[in-house]
């Protein structure tokens, strides 16, 4: 059975920095496209950066101060959150998929909140 841990998330403030790690345990796999989304309050969950064969991509309001990296060997993903802001605020939560696997496995979520 595969499970994803999340851990990193907290309270910052606006400005700061936070960095998510999301390691996925078991036996007999690799994941292949991994990423992260997030759900504000009141909000439908958004993809915030996915990573699939070293090639990333980037949820607009995020380009240029979130970074996602990965470790396929390792089954782990890392989100670097910089200049945050308070409307980075959410549960953020990761996923991760086998290469041409229709299955999608979750973790279960860790909170970020960006307040002065």
């Known amino acids: 059975q595969v499970q994803l841990v999340e851990s990193g998330g907290g309270l910052v403030q606006p400005g700061g920095s936070l960095s998510l790690s999301c390691v996925a345990s078991?036996?007999?796999?690799?994941?292949?496209?991994m990423g992260w989304y997030r759900q504000a309050p009141g909000k439908q969950r958004e993809l915030v950066a996915s990573?699939?064969?070293?090639?990333?991509n980037y949820e607009y309001s995020v380009k240029g101060r979130f970074s996602i990296s990965g470790d396929n060997a390792k089954n782990t993903v890392y989100l670097q959150m910089n200049s945050l802001k308070p409307e980075d605020t959410a549960v953020y939560y990761c996923?991760?998929?086998?290469?041409?696997?229709?299955?999608?496995?979750w973790g279960q979520g860790t909170q970020v909140t960006v307040s002065s």
């Open positions: 996923y991760g998929a086998e290469a041409g696997s229709l299955i999608t496995y």
């Open positions: 078991g036996s007999g796999f690799r994941l292949y496209n």
């Open positions: 990573i699939s064969g070293g090639n990333t």
